[in-house]
Nanobody, 124 residues
Framework: QVQLVESGGGLVQAGGSLRLSCAAS????????MGWFRQAPGKEREFVAA????????YSADSVKGRFTISRDNAKNTVYLQMNSLKPEDTAVYYC?????????????????WGQGTQVTVSS
């Protein structure tokens, strides 16, 4: 069992930055692929970024490429999402997810554990 707790969300102006963190419980964190998803009001949850078990492979949605960076620190059982050049359309609840295999996927149904989410609001 893995428990995930996100933090770092908030209100920021367009063009600003935020760093989200996701702290995971359990001693097997380093064997899990990790992902970030987001859900805006009235929309489906969508893939944002993902990282492999070692941090050696990362994947990002086209909408955030060049602006968001995912990383992980296995010694701290934590995955991060650095968000720069934020836009109002990035406003959503951001969720951290864990997949009990080493490599991630962009499909939310293939993740096994989810955090409770953290709100990110970008004002224009």
């Amino acid at each position: 069992q893995v428990q995930l707790v996100e933090s770092g969300g908030g209100l920021v102006q367009a063009g600003g930055s935020l760093r989200l963190s996701c702290a995971a419980s359990g001693r097997t964190f380093s064997s899990y692929a990790m992902g970030w998803f987001r859900q805006a009001p009235g929309k489906e949850r969508e893939f944002v970024a993902a990282v492999s078990w070692s941090g050696g492979s990362t994947y990002s949605a086209d909408s955030v490429k060049g602006r968001f960076t995912i990383s992980r620190d296995n010694a701290k059982n934590t995955v991060y999402l650095q968000m720069n050049s934020l836009k109002p359309e990035d406003t959503a609840v951001y969720y951290c997810a864990a997949r009990s295999v080493r490599y991630p996927t962009t499909f939310r149904y293939e993740y096994d554990y989810w955090g409770q989410g953290t709100q990110v609001t970008v004002s224009s």
